[in-house]
């Protein structure tokens, strides 16, 4: 039994695929859902499993589904379990004034409500409800246009030590202190970044000192883009050096915390996984450790972080992505100035040791590097 409807939202691509990506809203447009929980360790993409409370009248359902396709801004495959069965999808095409939303779904009914009129009865309220699902998405659209922002803490994107990032709304994130974090010095940095030519998120707005709503960036880390197209390496690492060159024409404020000679403003943790790519063109994100200093000591610490982080993948890709980080580190220092970053070193190392969340093995390879020990 197929069922196809479709509708046009007055948004772009990229705008209705967030509002689809994180699929624990779901149940905020959908007038069969109650409930959403994600069961997998991914937040979203593909493989992602979750499970749905389906509330029709005074009937419930526990589904199990899946994500079986996702290309970013275009197509999003769900599949079924449970009383009933059906793979579905997600189409999103553009129009003159925004997208074409459609949904296309194989719904497989048990066998005993096989018969001809319950097919026909299925089908027809099936219908329904997804015409009203569409429906209520483009009311939540443009409810969600005329506010500028969404209201509540959407579902998780990413866990750092000291935060977590969550969806809120369609076209921004929520970056919250699951520690004692403060966010204001962030939220300061971007303020003042805004104004310069250093690619950085947008601050849509504070929240609290632990809470802080910025657009949303997608797309790959440089890290990631490394890894799958290694060719691409020396031409991040030169991008790498060149951010850091960029930061040093930008004056800190003086009530700032000095962690060495100079006035620039100062990442502290520069490294390719701070870096998204948006359409090919880097984006630094995580300013919470924005500080005062100057370009050479800031490209000292990324260089320390590039010759002592611990991969964290197992098995043979490990010695892959170590020997791209060590490749990576030499183009890098090559680009800035190796003079410069080799003066600093000694006080990076420091500094890098006072992280509480450096795990042992990457502390011992710091004091390696410090010493002119590290292979």
Known sequence: MEIRVAIDLPAGLSEVWAHLRDVTTH?????DVAHIQVTSDCSEGLGLRFTSMIAIGPFKLKDEMEITAWEEAK????????????????????????????WEE????????NAKLVRKMAKSISTYIWRNNLQNLRKQIIAQQATGVGRDLGGLINVGHEWELRHYGALHVAKVATKDADFTREAQALQILEKTQVPSPALVKVLSPSSIVIERVDGPTMLEDVISRPWTLTRHAKNL????????????????EKVTEGNSLVHLDLHPGNVKLRKGKPVVINWNRASRGSPAFDAAVTYVILRTADSRIAGSRR??????????AQAFIKEFGAAEIQDHITEAAELRLLDQNLP????EAVFALARGELD
Not at 27 to 31: Q, R, V
């Open 241 to 256: 050096a060149r951010l850091h060159r960029a930061l040093g024409s930008i004056t800190a404020p003086d009530n700032w």
């Open 75 to 102: 197509v999003m495959g769900i599949s079924r379990s449970g009383l009933a069965r059906s793979n579905g999808t997600f189409r999103l095409s553009p129009t003159g004034s925004g997208t074409t939303l459609s």
């Open 106 to 113: 194989y719904l497989e009914l048990p066998k005993y409500l």
């Open 319 to 328: 010695l892959v992505v170590s020997s791209l980080r060590s490749r990576f």
């Open 27 to 31: 149940s905020d447009w959908m007038l």
């Open 360 to 363: 042992n093995n990457e502390r």
